[in-house]
């Protein structure tokens, strides 16, 4: 009987510290958003604008970046990327910027691409892409979280965006678009 108890309290102690595990705290995952959008407007900027210095047009649309650009290689630019998003959301992006991608009005060249290890851009690949909307990060609010998950909704004007962040190892990333 002795064991028997034993067990059973060791079980509910088991579950009461389980179920009190709801994942990070909504200020973790704000201050992480916080952190990561200016960082992520960026990298938008680069991958769908024209934020990189750059030269003039060659006849293929293609321009070379520029020595004062503070990204200097397809690499660096994907680190980039990887700094702010998880690992799936920047293969998206990353094929979009490196691949290119089909659409229902034909192919989308590269966006960037290197030759004999100099970086260029074609700045009308993406020149029909919307402007990313700006938000009010500081009146987000965390919808639904888990240890691994957490939805974030910023409201804005224009419809609210729900913000998908990701757990990878101990570090919250963004896992969805935020435009």
């Known amino acids: ?3 028997l108890t034993g067990l059973l309290v060791m079980l509910l102690a088991a579950v009461i510290l389980l ?3 709801g994942g990070a705290a909504d200020s973790e995952l704000l201050g992480a958003l916080t952190k990561l959008a200016p960082e992520a407007k960026a990298m938008y900027d680069i991958i769908y604008g024209d934020a990189l210095p750059h030269g003039d047009a060659l006849n293929d649309g293609y321009c070379q970046i520029s020595s004062a650009s503070p990204y200097k290689s397809i690499s660096e ?16 992006l990353s094929n979009t910027a490196f691949n290119g991608v089909s659409s ?3 192919l989308i060249d590269a966006k960037f691409i290197e030759r004999s290890g100099v970086l260029f851009v074609n700045p009308s690949v993406t020149a029909d892409f919307a402007q990313a909307r700006e938000f ?6 965390v919808k639904k979280k888990n240890p691994y998950m957490a939805i974030i909704l910023i ?7 729900e913000v998908t962040m990701q757990n990878v190892d101990g570090v919250w990333m963004i896992d969805s678009p935020m435009f």
């Open 155 to 161: 409201p804005h004007a224009d419809g609210d965006l």
């Open 1 to 3: 009987m002795k064991k």
């Open 104 to 106: 229902d009005e034909g």
């Open 77 to 92: 630019i994907r680190a980039g990327i990887e700094k702010v998003f998880s690992p799936e959301y920047s293969k998206i």
């Open 136 to 141: 009010d990060i500081s009146a987000a609010k």
């Open 19 to 21: 179920s009190s595990c």
